[in-house]
C-alpha cells in the first residue's frame, strides 16, 4: 500500500550519519495536504524502486528520544546546506549525500553553482572527511573539495586549467561588451 512520498532525509544533529526519513502521506482527495511523519532509517528497506516501511511504522516522538537521545526536531537536512572546511573556508552547497545501509555518510556531492558545475564540476567528498553538522554548517576537514576533488563539467574533457581559462574569458568578454554598450548609451544620451 502507498503511504506517501519520501520528502527528506534526516541526518544525526552532529554526526555524519543519516537517521531518519521525513514522509508527505499522500494527500485526500488530492486537495487536502497531510502533515509529514518521520521514520527511522533503520526502519525501512530501501530498494532501487521503494522505500518500504517497516512493521513499526512511524515511532513517537517519545520513542525517538529516548531510542536516540534526540527528536526529529533535532535532526538536520542537509540537502543545499553550506559545506566549510574545519578552518572556516566555504567549499560550496550539498547538493547530494551518499549513505551506507547503516546510515553512515559515505560521500558529499558539493556544488558551487550551475555555471561552476558545468565549467569544472562537482567537488565530491569522501566519507572519511566529512566531520559532521556544527550546528549552522556541514564541516569537512581543511583538506577536503579542493581544488583536484573536482569531477565532471568541461574540465572533464578538456583540462581543469583550460575550462577555467575559457570560462573566466568568456565572461569577461560578456562583461567588456555590457560595458562597452552602456557607456555608448550613456555617452547618446548625454549633451557633451
Known sequence: ????????VLFHPSEPKAVGLEVLPKSVGYVVGMPA???????????KSRVTLGEKGYPSERAVDKRFGFTWDETVIWRHMEVKTRSGRMRGLVQDAHFADDGTVEALSV??????????????????????????????EDDAATEDDFEGGLAANAGANVAVAKVTAEVAAHKTVAYTKATAKVAAESDT
Not at 500500500?1 to 527528506?8: A, D, L, S
Not at 511523519?37 to 530498494?47: G, M, P, S, W
Open 111 to 140: 556544488t558551487s553553482c550551475t555555471t561552476s558545475d558545468a565549467a569544472v564540476g562537482k567537488r565530491n567528498v569522501e566519507g572519511s572527511k566529512i566531520v559532521g553538522f556544527d550546528g549552522e554548517d556541514v564541516i569537512v
Open 37 to 47: 511523519k518521520y521514520t527511522a532509517l533503520e526502519d525501512v528497506k530501501i530498494t
Open 1 to 8: 500500500k502507498r503511504v506517501g512520498t519520501v520528502n527528506h
